[in-house]
């Protein structure tokens, strides 16, 4: 029998030994022991501190344990504390430690997803999903759902369903024929549209020159008589969320326009379609599920680890046409879910693990506690920082999102700087109706009355500090 190469006798030895694995266990339970209370966003000394991976390409290899101290030296402070209290830079959702520890532990199942029999579990927990989902959000019982890596994939998938859809309606086989002389598709969406939804039109071929752009209203919610006619080459899509200022358009009065004409809509709902399986919030969602395919992040409102996003879809026929794939080698069961006909990708990480987990710890009354709760949340920041002089709220405050501004522009870039700088909280900027603004998005579960108190003193402090700079 040939002898094991150095490279193996040293892998079966770390796997014999553990030693890694526990030395990675240990290092992760101190993140988690510092993350609520440590600074927010990076130290000049941590960044600093990255020159340490800056190397040419190792010549031999180097011990596993002396791998995993590197990271936990030098690349944990360089970290951002996302999954802590008082992040509210970007639209990014804490971690349910439900989640977290299902991901450890799918992490060394490594399981590759394409098709059901890579991975039998997988197949089985996305169609135990898919049901869940549908439920939760009330979606049509012929809805399928596709895991991909997040709401900028599922848009693509969804608007590459309708692509299909539409063109065949017009004996037009896009994955055949291409789009060189195929019948024109219209896309009709509001000037507030996400940058995500312009990526994919973009990566279609649809072309983000041909939008028809609709006006919105004072909150970004499309102003229904000012939709042009629409037909059966449209795709309508809505927000249910808008990034800045979080409002929902008037989805029951848009979709039964768009049914008269037999016009595809798609709802980009990254972070707000989750207000359907929120009490208190059902009514921001009311009507999606007249839209035909609809796009959302579980690593955003729901709280599952990154990389997580779902795809929905009622026509399943457009959808698996769309993303198709085909193999002599490919085995595939008609009786059993083979995830790769709903996504993009063909070989896939078993997201669907973390997302299953996350879903069955809180249950649909777990899911509308912490929805609501960081519309709450919202709620306060807004109503704290609204109370303090020299800030002004800029946006109505219905889900999840903030937009504060100072007197003037400068004063609000400033005041932004300088709250980034004190890294008790993390914000980002934004621009709304014209003027400069601090977005504030509260997306982790992980976030508590304590923290916006906290937030909001260091915003008080940061304004004080630029209107009198200390000498």
Not at 68 to 76: M, P, R, S
Not at 94 to 103: R, W
Not at 106 to 118: F, G, H, I, P, R
Not at 427 to 451: F, L, N, P, Y
């Amino acid at each position: 029998m040939k002898a094991l190469s150095t490279i193996q006798q040293t892998m079966f030895h770390d796997i014999h030994t553990k030693d890694v694995f526990e030395k990675a266990q240990e290092y992760a339970y101190d993140y988690l022991d510092r993350v609520m209370e440590r600074n927010v966003y990076a130290t000049d000394a941590a960044l600093k501190d990255l020159v340490h991976f800056e190397e040419e390409m190792p010549a031999h290899p180097s011990a596993a344990t002396t791998v995993i101290d590197l990271l936990h030296k030098y690349g944990a402070p360089a970290t951002v504390a996302q999954s802590g209290g008082r992040y509210f830079g970007f639209v990014c959702g804490g971690i349910v430690p439900a989640g977290m520890a299902a991901k450890q532990l799918a992490t060394y199942w490594d399981q590759n997803t394409a098709m059901s029999v890579l991975s039998p579990v997988s197949a089985v927990l996305e169609t135990v999903v898919e049901g869940w989902l549908k439920d939760i959000f009330r979606l049509p019982a012929a809805a399928v759902a596709g895991f991909v890596s997040g709401t900028s994939v599922a848009n693509f998938s969804a608007l590459a369903a309708a692509r299909y859809r539409i063109l065949a309606r017009y004996d037009w086989d896009i994955n055949a024929k291409g789009l060189a002389g195929a019948p024109n598709i219209r896309i009709v969406t509001g000037n507030h549209a996400h940058a995500a939804v312009l990526k994919a039109i973009g990566l279609l071929g649809l072309g983000t020159d041909n939008i028809e752009w609709v006006e919105t209203d004072d909150e970004g919610r499309i102003i229904p008589e000012n939709v042009p006619e629409l037909d059966d080459r449209t795709i309508l899509i809505l927000q249910a969320g808008n990034v800045n200022s979080g409002s929902f358009d008037v989805f029951p009065e848009l979709c039964e326009k768009a049914a008269r004409a037999n016009a595809w809509v798609h709802i980009d709902g990254a972070f707000g379609l989750w207000a359907a399986a929120a009490d208190g919030l059902q009514h921001l969602a009311r009507g999606i599920e007249h839209a035909s395919s609809w796009a959302v992040d579980a690593h955003k409102t729901l709280n599952t680890p990154y990389d997580n996003g779902v795809v929905l879809c009622k026509d399943k026929e457009a959808l698996r046409a769309a993303l198709h794939a085909s193999g002599s080698y490919l085995v595939v069961n008609d009786d059993t879910r083979d995830g790769m006909f709903y996504t993009p990708e063909m070989s896939r990480r078993s997201r669907i693990i973390e997302l299953w987990a996350t879903m069955k710890f809180l249950g649909r009354s777990g899911i509308s506690e912490m929805v609501h709760t960081l519309h709450e949340r919202a709620v306060q920041f807004a109503e704290v920082l609204g109370g303090i002089d020299g800030f002004t709220i800029q946006n109505e405050v219905v889900f999840n999102q903030v937009l504060v501004a100072c007197e003037t522009d400068e004063l609000t870039l400033k005041t932004l700087a300088r709250i980034q700088e004190l890294r008790e909280c993390w914000v980002g900027g934004s621009m709304w109706r014209g003027r400069k603004v601090i977005r504030i998005s509260v997306c982790s579960w992980a976030t508590t009355a304590e923290d916006i108190v906290r937030s909001a003193r260091s915003f008080e402090r940061a304004l004080h500090e630029v209107q009198e700079p200390v000498a």
